[in-house]
């Protein structure tokens, strides 16, 4: 699973032109997963000492990726089902890796329901992480950790979107104060999953057993 890069290799990518529109389609082996590969593989943490049950893409596809403006890696949605309400919160979470300095995200821009929607981040976390030796040349690997929440109707229209084998990804742009943004997307196939998984948890321990 893919989780990291070396800090020079990382180093070396961003030293080197960015190909053009490489963000515009989904890696061949993103784009070849379905709804139902995501769903198999979701993640369910159901701690009885917390107030929602966790349910996470982020063992469907763990390979990060280039997109415009930084290396994303950790790609993956969340959702938190209140145990108290069943109400769900949908996240979507993002590892930007960057030698440039970190990315001081301000806002999430996407298209939703016709229209361009801005979204405020509920958490970015910055650090600095695989770092050469003292003595050696390279710079260390700057991460930013950015978590942001969508409606479930939002969630339902980028699942809408799947279409077996398509690159569309579904875009998103994340708005830097340096102006140097970072855009990228999300496979249609992953909100679908997480949609048919939460679905199965609703129904219970048989419409799990059923939906695997």
């Not at 070396?6 to 784009?31: K, N, S, T, V």
């Not at 958490?123 to 710079?139: F, I, K, M, N, R």
Request: charged share 20%; with cysteine.
């Amino acid at each position: 699973m893919f989780r990291s890069l070396p800090a020079l290799c990382i180093a070396l990518a961003f030293a080197a032109p960015q190909a053009a529109g490489a963000y515009e389609q989904l890696p061949r082996q993103l784009a070849s997963l379905s709804p139902a590969d995501f769903a198999r593989e979701i993640d369910v943490v159901d701690d009885p000492l917390e107030p929602a049950v966790v349910l996470s893409t982020h063992q469907g596809y763990a390979r990060g990726r280039a997109i415009k403006g930084a290396h994303a890696n950790n790609v993956h949605l969340r959702a938190l089902v209140d145990r108290a309400s069943g109400r769900v919160t949908w996240q979507v979470w993002h590892e930007l890796i960057s030698v440039r300095g970190h990315k001081q995200v301000t806002a999430v821009h996407f298209l939703a329901d016709g229209g361009l929607r801005q979204i405020a981040p509920f958490a970015v976390d910055h650090w600095l992480d695989q770092c050469p030796a003292t003595d050696a040349v390279g710079s260390c690997n700057q991460f930013t950790r950015i978590g942001f929440e969508l409606t479930e109707d939002m969630v339902r229209e980028i699942a809408a979107a799947y279409a077996a084998g398509s690159r569309e990804p579904w875009r998103l742009r994340f708005k830097v104060e340096t102006g140097r943004d970072v855009t990228g997307g999300l496979a249609p196939a992953e909100a679908a999953g997480l949609l048919q998984a939460v679905e199965a948890w609703r129904g219970g321990p048989q419409a799990r057993t059923a939906a695997r």
